[in-house]
């Protein structure tokens, strides 16, 4: 969640300066539609996993497995709850109490950041939310994305806000590991509007 949250605060300040348009791939769930919350629009494929409006939490113990590597290890502690998030013990009742308040912190946060992003009610983000993931068309009509579209309309409708055409729009891509055939497959998928098929 603090991942989420530092790229949706850049992404907020960013959209007070100018307009956010997403295009959101294959998959926007969790923290991937948490970043998403303060565009202005935001486009999905019909078949885009979307939403996941929720917080998982797990603290794994892990010193019986330290036990059978013969791995050994030593807790300094200052404070009561020091060594609360160890992974050698459980929480107390105290601190199980602790994390279930940061839980339901970080959960009313994200779902208040739906609301606000999507101009939605509270109640109405509640009903969609608790790690439910939705397609694109489902996530469309219960109003967590704007229009069903990829890369090729997210450019468009950028171009059309700031008053350029998309002849004007250079694209930059920051991922390493993808192929030219993943980057030619995309770009004809949404230039062919191939996701219209599924209609």
């Known amino acids: 969640a603090i991942a989420s949250n530092i790229i949706w605060d850049e992404a907020a300040r960013l959209a007070r300066e100018k307009p956010l348009i997403v295009s959101m791939g294959n998959m926007a769930a969790s923290g991937?539609?948490?970043?998403?919350?303060?565009?202005?629009?935001?486009?999905?494929?019909?078949?885009?996993l979307t939403g996941s409006i929720g917080v998982v939490f797990m603290k794994?113990?892990?010193?019986?497995?330290?036990?059978?590597i013969d791995a050994t290890y030593e807790t300094f502690?200052?404070?009561?709850?020091?060594?609360?998030?160890s992974n050698l013990r459980h929480f107390t009742g105290d601190e199980t109490a602790m994390a279930e308040?940061?839980?339901?912190?970080?959960y009313e946060d994200f779902m208040q950041k739906v609301a606000d992003g999507r101009h939605l009610p509270m109640a109405s983000v509640r009903e969609i939310a608790e790690g439910r993931v939705y397609t694109g068309t489902q996530a469309l009509e219960i109003g967590l994305i704007d229009e069903l579209g990829g890369l090729t309309e997210a450019i468009e409708r950028a171009c059309h806000e700031i008053g350029a055409?998309?002849?004007?729009?250079?694209?930059?891509?920051?991922?390493?590991?993808?192929?030219?055939v993943d980057v030619f497959m995309a770009s004809a998928t949404s230039k062919l509007g191939l996701w219209k098929l599924l209609d």
């Open 32 to 48: 991937g539609y948490y970043i998403a919350c303060p565009a202005d629009y935001i486009f999905a494929d019909p078949l885009t």
């Open 165 to 180: 055409t998309p002849d004007d729009a250079v694209l930059l891509m920051y991922r390493d590991s993808t192929s030219f």
């Open 101 to 106: 308040r940061s839980v339901e912190f970080v």
């Open 77 to 85: 502690r200052r404070g009561e709850y020091a060594d609360a998030w």
């Open 60 to 68: 794994p113990i892990m010193s019986e497995l330290y036990d059978n």
